[in-house]
């Protein structure tokens, strides 16, 4: 599946580190959508940006900062993570009608491994 | 709000063996619902989907029906290969809303 891209696919960042995750779909989407995947835990929605507007923010700390460009273009910055952030971070994009009414499913990125030493 | 339960895991079947995940799901209205697929090291594919009760999805010889009166949408196939060795992730979008809430995964183990 090329639809939805990430990069980078590994990252292994310090605790005092910035950097960031890059997320693009080809798919002609309007909603993008970041997940945190962690070992035995549900998996966690982040962000929800539905034609470039945050709609969504759940309780997400604020050393995770999200941005969205565009319509296909959507990062994950990053800055003083603690080593509980390691993770599989997934991007995945949806259709949605205008005003979000409309149950279309998501298509995944194939995630970034984050390890925070 | 929504919920969704599925069994836990991890299930281990032979080769050719008959596969149920079981999902029930709590959710006001009529929701969509979803079975997503994650094979090591690669991220969550769509499986199939229902979009409306008595529905049937079907993909690569995996089926469920979206039973409205028992809440459920379960996950079969009749003959497993290796390569159905993954994590099954059952999901809904509730009426009105394109947000996914998923279960907490099953995985699947398929031996020769």
């Known amino acids: 599946e090329t639809g939805v891209t990430q990069t980078p696919r590994h990252l292994v960042m310090g605790m005092t580190n910035k950097k960031s995750l890059k997320c693009e779909q080809h798919l002609g989407h309007n909603a993008m959508y970041w997940y945190k995947q962690s070992a035995k835990k549900p998996l966690e929605l982040m962000f929800v940006y539905n034609f470039k507007e945050q709609t969504e923010n759940n309780s997400v700390p604020s050393r995770f900062s999200p941005e969205c460009p565009n319509s296909s273009h959507l990062f994950l910055h990053l800055h003083t993570l603690q080593p509980e952030d390691s993770a599989l971070y997934l991007c995945?994009?949806?259709?949605?009608?205008?005003?979000?009414?409309?149950?279309?499913?998501?298509?995944f990125g194939p995630g970034t491994r984050l390890t925070v030493t | 709000g929504n919920s969704v339960t599925q069994m836990e895991g991890p299930v281990t079947l032979s080769e050719e063996a008959f596969l149920t995940i079981n999902c029930t799901y709590t959710a006001t209205g009529y929701p969509s619902l979803f079975w997503y697929v994650q094979y090591p090291g690669e991220g969550l594919q769509l499986l199939l989907k229902?979009?409306?009760?008595?529905d049937k999805g079907s993909n690569k010889g995996f089926e469920a029906t979206y039973r409205k009166e028992t809440t459920s949408f379960h996950l079969e196939k009749g003959s497993v290969q290796v390569s159905d060795s993954a994590v099954y992730f059952c999901a809904l979008t509730g009426a009105g809303s394109y947000q996914l809430t998923f279960g907490k995964g099953t995985k699947l183990s398929v031996i020769p």
């Open positions: 995945a994009s949806s259709r949605t009608s205008g005003t979000g009414t409309a149950s279309y499913e998501q298509y």
């Open positions: 229902a979009t409306k009760a008595d």
